[in-house]
């Protein structure tokens, strides 16, 4: 089956600690992208990839950090400079950036819950 | 910058009633895209529409519709006949081509048998 894989789907962690939010996708799509979402609140942007090897910052990237070496893989990492990473953090990707226009729709993982503990 | 605005944060309606979801957005971009999305309990973002700024056919999909009104930049979600499996959080957003998307902050639907 074609799709986005977020692992795991909870995840506890101490005050302090780094840790490292797994993304794959087999839809053979350029773009992928992370958000946070807060209860109650809409999605914010958090990082961004249009290709494998760039990536460019969101709205709220300080305390983050990503990398994307494969096309298929986009992890996050959530370090310790991040004042409050308790949220629901949601991987997507799309066919590409859109330059073209025609193709921005964003296909969205099952999502990974953080709590610090 | 861009802006979406639900002003319905939740709405609760009994089954097999019709609710309509608001959708209001603000954009200086001449070409742009809206879409809506459904997110149930499980979390995960189910993608439901995409429509682009020259297009302001509605469009009907089963028991959903979508009323796009470029004159009042409005792009509004109606539910017919609802049931229990539509209570969901519903985000409308907004991207121009080459940009990010801006999600609105959400409306959850809530379904009573």
């Known amino acids: 089956d074609g799709g986005i894989t977020q692992s795991p789907k909870y995840l506890f962690r101490k005050e302090g600690q780094n840790v490292t939010l797994s993304c794959e996708q087999n839809l053979n799509h350029d773009a992928m992208y992370w958000y946070r979402q807060d209860p109650g609140q809409g999605l914010r942007l958090i990082y961004y990839?249009?290709?494998?090897?760039?990536?460019q910052k969101g709205d709220i990237a300080e305390g983050y950090s990503v990398s994307r070496e494969k096309k298929e893989s986009f992890p996050l990492t959530v370090t310790s400079a991040q004042k409050n990473p308790t949220a629901f953090y949601l991987c997507?990707?799309?066919?590409?950036?859109?330059?073209?226009?025609?193709?921005?729709?964003?296909?969205f993982g099952p999502g990974t819950r953080l709590t610090v503990l | 910058a861009q802006k979406v605005t639900q002003a319905q944060t939740e709405i609760s309606v009994v089954e097999k009633e019709d609710v309509t979801l608001d959708c209001v957005y603000e954009?200086?971009?001449?070409?742009?895209?809206l879409f809506w999305y459904k997110q149930p309990p499980s979390g995960e973002l189910v993608f439901l529409i995409r429509r682009n700024s020259f297009d302001e056919q509605n469009e009907i999909s089963g028991r959903y519709s979508w009323n796009f009104q470029k004159s009042t930049s409005s792009f509004n979600f109606t539910i017919t006949a609802s049931q229990v499996v539509d209570s969901a959080v519903y985000f409308c957003?907004?991207?121009?081509?080459?940009?990010?998307?801006?999600f609105g902050s959400g409306t959850r639907l809530q379904v009573q048998p």
């Open positions: 954009t200086r971009d001449t070409t742009y895209y």
């Open positions: 997507a990707s799309s066919i590409d950036w859109g330059t073209s226009g025609s193709t921005d729709t964003q296909y």
């Open positions: 990839s249009q290709i494998v090897n760039d990536f």
């Open positions: 957003a907004l991207t121009p081509p080459g940009r990010a998307l801006t």
